[in-house]
């Protein structure tokens, strides 16, 4: 089955430590995303790629870092740079353009990452 | 980065009510979607609406695109348990992908809890 997925779904890190997450799809999707979901808030854009090797900032890039070596994978890096890093993040992927293309995305489980 | 207003925040309302929630936006919005996301999962989206003053129904959801593109609603009749969770509007300036810098812009969500 085709599909999105992330990993860890919990995790645990000490302040000051860089974290990765994983995000992998097999829906053959060119352009995925990242995004930052905080109590009681919508989703906030991070960073997204429309195509491997190439990405571009979101709304809230700052602490962030990714990387598109392969079509399937869009990791996503939280630095100590970042201040406030607890919060939930999603990972998205997208068809390309077409009406009904929206009909066709999707977002993954979630990360909910927590900074001790 | 610009996030829609949506209301209500939250709704507290008895199995089998009809619930009715909306956004508007200061700007023009081509897509306008409504996305339901359940505890520690990513959200599913629910309506995709294209046109602006399109009424579209998937089962006992009715969501309907404003015709000034500036706001959305999204009615739920005869609510029932499984109704229950966290609500997000969407929109696109772009008419059919999420791809690019005009990505998705949520709204902060509405929470429905229903009594039985």
């Known amino acids: 089955d085709g599909g999105i997925t992330q990993s860890p779904k919990y995790l645990f890190r000490k302040e000051g430590q860089n974290v990765t997450l994983s995000c992998e799809q097999n829906?053959?999707?060119?352009?995925m995303y990242w995004y930052r979901q905080d109590p009681g808030q919508g989703l906030r854009l991070i960073y997204y790629?429309?195509?491997?090797?190439?990405?571009q900032k979101g709304d809230i890039a700052e602490g962030y870092s990714v990387s598109r070596e392969k079509k399937e994978s869009f990791p996503l890096t939280v630095t100590s740079a970042q201040k406030n890093p607890t919060a939930f993040y999603l990972c998205?992927?997208?068809?390309?353009?077409?009406?009904?293309?929206?009909?066709?995305?999707?977002f993954g489980p979630g990360t909910r990452l927590t900074v001790l | 980065g610009q996030q829609l207003n949506q209301s209500p925040q939250s709704m507290f309302i008895q199995e089998g009510e009809d619930v009715s929630m909306n956004c508007t936006s200061s700007?023009?919005?081509?897509?306008w979607l409504w996305y339901k996301q359940d505890p520690g999962e990513g959200p599913v989206l629910l309506i995709a609406?294209?046109?602006?003053?399109e009424l579209t129904s998937n089962g006992r959801l009715t969501a309907q695109f404003g015709i000034t593109r500036k706001d959305s609603f999204l009615n739920i009749s005869a609510s029932i348990p499984s109704d229950v969770g966290i609500y997000f509007c969407?929109?696109?300036?772009?008419?059919?992908?999420?791809?690019?810098?005009?990505?998705?812009?949520f709204g902060k969500g509405t929470h429905l809890i229903i009594q039985p």
């Open positions: 998205a992927s997208f068809p390309p353009g077409g009406e009904g293309a929206y009909n066709e995305q999707f």
């Open positions: 829906l053959n999707h060119d352009a």
């Open positions: 790629s429309q195509i491997v090797n190439d990405f």
């Open positions: 700007s023009i919005f081509n897509t």
């Open positions: 609406l294209y046109k602006a003053g």
């Open positions: 969407a929109g696109s300036r772009l008419m059919y992908s999420g791809g690019g810098a005009d990505g998705l812009t």
